[in-house]
Every structure is written in structure tokens, then in C-alpha cells.
């Protein structure tokens, strides 16, 4: 048995032919432009696409960077000092040296200066700082024998805003303030062997005393650690 492609069928009518013919044309050539217009709209589509993610990768970027220059910009500038370390053998009207031992000990001692500089002093050195509670003399010493500078004033004596102006004479290490009743004076300024008392925390004498003594090397462990000991009560900074 065999199988024949039969034929595809036509219209006997040649007009009727033309149309058939004339309408299949046309319905191919709708599908093609249907097609071209769907690409063109995939197309579009990515474009909007790639300009939207364009434009939100700029933003951010430029958002990133406009945070970086404000916080460069804007960022509060440093409160501390600056001081050169070591001394220069310069002489501080008003400044008292003395001969002091260097010893561990332990349990109070009884100092020659009040606040004392320099001595037998506690196993612990202070961490150096800003402190708004009195400091045990002992550790603080320990922290003058590494060369740090110790300010400290009597609160019944000065106000906020004199207590604002001794911070700022303070550098960013090495040195310590703290409260100390019954001083005797409004502000004393203390250094291994060194002290300077005055009655006014805008004595122009205090940031001398700092020029010359903080950091000295003629304390007995310059440059010895000034952090990772002991915190006393109060400390703020």
C-alpha cells in the first residue's frame, strides 16, 4: 500500500488565488513585525534597565564619596595638645624640683610634696587620663616615674569652665588630671621631681611646664607604658 502527498489544495479562481495568497503574506509579515516589535520592546526594556542601575550605581557612589570628604570635612578637629617630649632645660618661674627615691611599695606612704612628685609608690601605675574622682597618690606616682605629668586641681576652687580649660592643655598621652582637695593652691602641675602650683587655671605657665616635663627623660622609666594598669574611679577620658 502506498501513500501519496496529496496536493496542496487551490482555488480553481485565479482572483480567489491572488486573495488566499495575498492573505497568508500578510498574516507572515504581521507575525514578523508583532516579532520586531516585541524585540524592540526587550530591548528598550534592558536599556531603562541599565540606565536605572547606571544611575543608582552613581548616586551611591557618589553618595560614598561625598560621606567620605564630610567626615574628613566636618570631623571636630583634635582637642589635644602638643608638646615636644623630652625638655629642654628651660627655666619655669615658680617651678619647685626636688630629690625623690623610686621604689615599690606598698600600703600609703607619707609624701614631702602634696600632691607628692615622685617617691615610693605602688607596684600599679594609673592610667593616664581624665579623671573626675581623686586618684590614690601611689598609683599616680607610679605613672609620674614613666614620665607622664600629672594636673590636678581643688574643686572647691575652680568652675566648669576652668576645669574645660585645664583639659585643653592636656595631650592626647601621658598625662593625667584629677581632682585634689585641700590642695592649697587652685591648680598644681606635677612631674617626676617637678611641681608648679598656681592660682588660676589660665596661668600661662601650666602648657611651659607641660613643654618642658612631659615625657622627661630624667624620670626614672621614660616612655614606660602610661595605659594598661589601673583605672581609678571618676575616669572619664
Known amino acids: 500500500m502506498s501513500t501519496q502527498k496529496r496536493p496542496q489544495r487551490s482555488s480553481g479562481n485565479p482572483a480567489k488565488q491572488a486573495e488566499i495568497s495575498q492573505s497568508v503574506k500578510q498574516q507572515r509579515d504581521a507575525k514578523r513585525q508583532e516579532k520586531l516589535a516585541e524585540y524592540q520592546r526587550q530591548l528598550q526594556k534592558r536599556r531603562r534597565g541599565k540606565i536605572v542601575w547606571w544611575t543608582v550605581g552613581t548616586v551611591a557612589a557618589i553618595a560614598v564619596v561625598g560621606a567620605v570628604v564630610a567626615s574628613y570635612v566636618f570631623a571636630p578637629a583634635s582637642t589635644s595638645a602638643s608638646y615636644t617630649a623630652g625638655g629642654s632645660g628651660a627655666e619655669i618661674d615658680g617651678v619647685e624640683t626636688f630629690t625623690n627615691e623610686t621604689t615599690h ?127 581609678g574611679p571618676g575616669k572619664a577620658g
Open 105 to 231: 611599695v606598698e600600703g600609703v606612704v607619707d609624701y614631702e610634696q602634696t600632691p607628692p612628685a615622685g617617691g615610693p609608690h605602688n607596684a600599679y601605675w594609673l592610667n593616664c587620663g581624665v579623671y573626675t574622682e581623686p586618684q590614690t597618690n601611689e598609683n599616680a606616682v607610679h605613672s609620674l616615674e614613666h614620665g607622664a605629668v600629672w594636673m590636678t586641681y581643688d574643686p572647691e576652687r575652680v568652675s566648669d569652665d576652668d576645669i574645660a580649660t585645664l583639659e585643653g592643655y592636656l595631650p592626647s598621652s601621658y598625662a593625667i588630671l584629677s581632682p585634689y582637695p585641700d590642695l592649697g593652691s587652685t591648680v598644681a602641675v606635677s612631674a617626676w621631681n617637678a611641681q608648679l602650683k598656681v592660682d588660676s587655671a589660665d596661668d600661662e605657665r601650666i602648657p611651659e611646664f607641660f613643654e618642658e616635663y612631659w615625657r622627661s627623660e630624667n624620670a626614672p622609666e621614660p616612655n614606660a607604658a602610661c595605659t594598661g594598669a589601673l583605672d
